[in-house]
């Protein structure tokens, strides 16, 4: 395993929000109390590339109050850089969070309308700046999703880090409770996409945004491998293309990852997790290992093993973040779950 690389600084843009969770199990309409946690799909990605070592750069916009300072402090607890960060606008995005079990699923309201970040505008922040010492730039799907202004803001980004020769990695990210100005995905996304070098996604927001489909029939590994060639063909600098697959084995969740690098396909063993404490950031989790892999020069498949090790642990931990070190994750990778005491 090559772990000398030069100096990385992982460049994202997107919206930071708090989360608000409905306390001890009760539903939105029983709630009498919610437990805060700070989130955001590229905050998330942010904060454990933060703590594998990475450097990382958090630019959004915010506006000038405690709520905003609180979400910041989190991230910068985590040392992610957010001196980028630009202000303005009323109010910080907000969403709330109905745990789920094993009987029925987990709930999840948006009030994110007219934030801080869905109006921002174009030309209010200086990405040939921003990004002059940045080696790789990053965003998602749920950016465009917002807002047509954060879609155009988006835009600006991504030009300006192609422009600069940058890898840029995407994360398809579709929800499907955004996406309410007017815009359909598929009128967006493709052009943002075009631009990726590596992307994560699945197999449903594929097909939204491109309509490519494959046969539900065939297996995993052959609906990825067929995909990545069509997809390929919408997305011409794509290099790599990585997915976490989740399924159900009764109340247990099986999850394994895929991976298609330099020509060559790659998959994990299937990952059983008996219980699962937060599923919400296992995917942002899942974005940081595949990334910190290809960052450090790790063989295919040493890439998705990370990335699907970080998407397993996460599922472990509350809130947003995956809270870990590469010390943890290695040991996960070369023993699996356990239930022994470090000590």
């Not at 943002?192 to 945004?209: G, K, N, P, R």
Request: with cysteine; charged share 20%; glycine share 6%.
């Amino acid at each position: 395993m090559n772990t000398n690389t030069s100096q990385t600084k992982i460049t994202t843009f997107g919206e930071l929000l708090l989360r608000m969770n409905v306390a001890n199990g009760y539903r939105f309409t029983q709630a009498n109390e919610m437990r805060i946690h700070v989130g955001g799909a590229e905050a998330n990605v942010c904060v454990l590339l933060s703590q594998l070592g990475i450097h990382t750069d958090y630019i959004t916009r915010l506006p000038q109050n405690d709520l905003a300072q609180l979400a910041l402090n989190e991230l910068q607890k985590y040392k992610v850089n957010t001196s980028n960060c630009i202000y303005g606008g009323e109010r910080l995005g907000l969403y709330f969070v109905e745990a789920g079990n094993q009987i029925r699923q987990s709930q999840v309201i948006y009030d994110r309308s007219n934030s801080s970040f869905a109006t921002i505008k174009e030309k209010q922040i200086d990405w040939n700046l921003v990004l002059n010492d940045a080696t790789h730039f990053h965003w998602s799907g749920i950016s465009p999703g917002v807002s047509y202004e954060a879609a155009l803001v988006c835009k600006e980004a991504i030009l300006a880090a192609h422009q600069k020769g940058l890898p840029i990695s995407s994360d398809f990210n579709f929800r499907s409770k955004l996406w309410q100005y007017g815009k359909k995905p598929a009128e967006v996304m493709p052009e943002l996409l075009h631009y990726s070098t590596i992307t994560i996604a699945d197999l449903d927001a594929i097909e939204i945004y491109f309509g490519i489909k494959t046969d539900t029939k065939e297996s995993d590994a052959n609906r990825f491998q067929k995909t990545f060639e069509l997809l390929k063909a919408k997305m011409p600098f794509l290099k790599t293309l990585a997915m976490s697959f989740r399924k159900s084995d009764g109340p247990a969740h099986l999850y394994k990852g895929l991976l298609a690098h330099e020509d060559h396909f790659y998959e994990t063993t299937e990952h059983k997790i008996q219980l699962v404490t937060d599923q919400i950031g296992s995917g942002d989790a899942f974005t940081a290992g595949l990334l910190y892999g290809l960052n450090k020069a790790f063989s295919g498949q040493e890439i998705i093993d990370w990335a699907t090790a970080c998407g397993v642990i996460k599922q472990s931990i509350p809130g947003d973040f995956a809270i870990s070190s590469p010390t943890e994750i290695s040991h996960f990778i070369k023993n699996g779950s356990s239930n022994r005491i470090n000590r």
